[in-house]
């Protein structure tokens, strides 16, 4: 039910860095747990990497792992995606979601059915 809103996507080269920010009007996100997805074209969404504020627990997949870094700000407002050495396969559409009881991984593995407009991060070679 809540509105999500993703931004700081654009264009980087490869090996640059971009940092996308996931936020709402209003929200917090103490005890839930957020996870950012994204979906290249002709490609099904995948879980990108997930944050748990219970526990502060987090899950990367390994196509990312070592390369972006999932955190928040300290009241939990906005939850980041940093994201470093980004490759051409790291192109696509990037969504946030949050969800009050799953787990990092579990978020991570199967999402929601409630996504953003997302936002554009684009690699070239």
């Known amino acids: 039910e809540v509105q999500l809103v993703e931004s700081g996507g654009g264009l980087v080269q490869a090996g640059g860095s971009l940092r996308l920010s996931c936020a709402a009007p209003g929200f917090t996100f103490d005890d839930y747990t957020i996870g950012w997805f994204r979906q290249a074209p002709g490609k099904e969404r995948e879980g990108v990497s997930c944050i748990s504020s219970r526990d502060g627990s987090k899950y990367y997949a390994d196509s990312v792992k070592g390369r972006f870094t999932i955190s928040s700000d300290d009241a939990w407002k906005t939850v980041y995606l940093q994201m470093n050495n980004l490759k051409p396969e790291d192109t696509a559409t990037y969504y946030c979601?949050?969800?009050?009881?799953?787990?990092?991984?579990?978020?991570?593995?199967?999402?929601?059915?409630?996504w953003g407009k997302g936002t554009l991060v684009t690699v070239s070679s």
């Open positions: 979601t949050a969800d009050p009881a799953m787990m990092a991984s579990t978020l991570c593995f199967y999402g929601t059915d409630d």
